[in-house]
């Protein structure tokens, strides 16, 4: 196993991530796919701790493992595409800054994820601890810049739905 975690200040995360408004942008189908992205990653850290704390896992494991972590990473991949288009929609000027972030953090997943053949519980546990330090910081600082533009021109067109229609 030789996965590579990309480098990180020690995380603060300790358990699972309790959805809570404190997270919100305003903008309720991102916030709720947020906490949908929330509940993938406590998915995928709670199978990590069912898990024995030396060795690989059994296969089941693995299969779990590998199957909870495509769940997240294809609808991080979703939710990107989703926040693109609105960003785009409402002429948001740090679109494409952004949208490099984003590709950046997908990138930077699948080489790690790649790179985790029979990964053992202490490296998955930091691949999930960088998934949630990364996703909350997101959401926090960057996300948190396209709300404005985006709740206004929700304002001026009346368009969530559009979204919700795609
Ligand atoms: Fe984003």
């Not at 975690?5 to 991530?17: C, D, E, L, N, R």
């Not at 906490?35 to 024995?52: A, E, F, G």
């Not at 997908?106 to 960088?130: D, H, I, N, Y």
Request: with cysteine; proline share 5%; charged share 20%.
């Amino acid at each position: 196993m030789n996965a590579t975690i990309p480098p990180q200040k020690p995380s603060s995360i300790t358990g699972i991530v309790l959805w809570s408004s404190k997270f919100e942008i305003g903008i309720p189908v991102i916030d709720a796919q947020h906490k949908k992205l929330v509940t993938l990653c406590n998915n995928l850290y709670k199978i990590i701790t069912s898990m024995p704390a030396s060795g690989p896992g059994s296969e089941e494991w693995q299969n779990s493992f590998f199957y909870a972590l495509h769940e997240c990473v294809d609808y991080t991949q979703t939710h990107f595409h989703d926040e693109e288009v609105l960003m785009t929609a409402a002429n948001y000027e740090g679109f494409a800054q952004h949208k490099a972030r984003h590709t950046e953090f997908v990138k930077k997943v699948l080489e790690t994820a790649k790179s985790m053949e029979q990964p053992e519980r202490s490296t998955a546990l930091q691949f999930v601890r960088f998934l949630y330090d990364w996703i909350l910081s997101h959401i926090a600082f960057e996300d948190r810049q396209f709300a404005p533009p985006v709740i206004e021109y929700f304002k001026s067109r009346n368009a969530e739905s559009e979204l919700a229609e795609k």
